[in-house]
């Protein structure tokens, strides 16, 4: 494609939506990492990457990983591996990624109303395991119902990145429930919608193909087990999010501010490229020397600013620099002091965490690592 064609593709998609900020997915570049870069086997959580939630459920196993494996040749992309097969798929078992957005950051796309917008979907993906797969949309019940929508897309060569484009009427399937009052979205800091790529979903997540529904249809019959053998792979890589009908070209943000939108859900006191349970104490917060006698010892009390404030109050997990979890470093004197001392979280907010260490001498203070956890 030329350059004046594409800019004029460009100026096209913009009249029905913002020139900034027109991605609402944080990190759909790949780009920040503060958990782990290495395969890490999924336990229905965060792992890797940061902002993208792993599932898995019934016989298998599959590990994420960062690669640099990507569509343009440079950037990063979320791999995906089987490590253990599961070759049938029972009716309440699945595997899929998603990342939660937000409603209070997607009231522009007016859900909810009879103005509700169309939202369009475009990705990056590759697998040896060619066949029809599924990406949906959960519309969380917030301030109304919970809506699901599911869209069947095929990966048709081996081993091949391929662009894939998804737009999303608010009235697919002929239904009004999105543009009804229950379609809404919540203006506030809670859940608004997830945005779901499956790998395997078993009958009692079957839905019908491009339409609104209630309950949990993340997927169809069609979709491929991609759990049934440890050769299989799955690379996404460039996941946008925007409101309209066209997909505009990627919008890439800068690390700096891609990392601090990350740190709103998720932070650390680690160096960024240290990961909880190292033994480092680069990076690690500690108080100041003073006495506080509280009766029978003494104790030591000291608050902590996170980098940015974040969505909620966080939940606070401790380390000590020889990665002992729970634990702090107390120490009597100048240096790295001793391990295996308990810290008590006393207080959080979205803002800050306080805690304390008893001791038995007047003279002292106590270091660690922490990690903050505000996901949705």
Not at 37 to 54: E, F, I, L, P, Q
Not at 310 to 335: E, L, V
């Amino acid at each position: 494609m030329s350059k004046a064609r594409e800019l004029a593709e460009l100026g096209a998609a913009y009249d029905s939506g913002a020139l900034s900020n027109r991605n609402v997915i944080i990190n759909g570049a790949m780009q920040c990492w503060q958990r782990a870069t290495a395969a890490t086997t999924t336990a229905n959580g965060y792992s890797t990457v940061d902002r993208w939630k792993h599932f898995e459920s019934g016989a298998g196993a599959y590990t994420t990983e960062q690669s640099t494996d990507h569509p343009t040749g440079t950037g990063y992309s979320l791999k995906f591996q089987v490590t253990t097969a599961d070759t049938s798929i029972a009716a309440g078992e699945y595997a899929f990624t998603e990342t939660n957005l937000e409603g209070q950051n997607l009231q522009q796309l007016q859900y909810g109303t009879s103005t509700a917008k169309d939202v369009t979907v475009s990705f990056w993906v590759k697998s040896n395991k060619t066949g029809i797969y599924c990406v949906a949309l959960y519309k969380h019940a917030g301030a109304g119902t919970a809506y699901m929508y599911r869209k069947e897309y095929t990966i048709s060569a081996a081993n091949t990145w391929e662009k894939k484009v998804v737009t999303i009427s608010p009235t697919a399937g002929s239904t009004a429930l999105i543009t009804a009052s229950a379609g809404a979205v919540p203006n506030s800091n809670a859940m608004g919608l997830s945005l779901v790529f499956g790998l395997a979903w078993g009958s009692n997540y079957h839905g019908t193909d491009n339409t609104w529904q209630t309950g949990s249809g993340y997927g169809t019959s069609n979709q491929v087990n991609w759990m049934d053998s440890t050769s299989n792979n799955f690379y996404l890589a460039e996941v946008q999010l925007e409101a309209g009908t066209e997909a505009t070209p990627f919008e890439h943000r800068s690390f700096g501010d891609e990392l601090q939108a990350c740190q709103r859900y998720f932070s650390k006191s680690y160096r960024y490229d240290k990961y909880a349970g190292d033994a480092s104490s680069l990076g690690w917060v500690q108080t100041e020397f003073h006495e506080n006698n509280q009766g029978a010892g003494y104790r030591e009390y000291y608050a902590f600013p996170f980098a940015v404030r974040m969505r909620a109050t966080p939940t606070i997990t401790i380390y000590d620099t020889a990665g002992n979890a729970g634990k702090c470093n107390y120490y009597i004197s100048a240096g790295s002091g001793n391990p295996n001392k308990v810290l008590t979280v006393s207080s959080a907010n979205e803002r800050t965490f306080g805690g304390y260490s008893d001791r038995a001498t007047s003279i002292g203070g106590w270091a660690c690592h922490y990690l903050a956890d505000a996901e949705l």
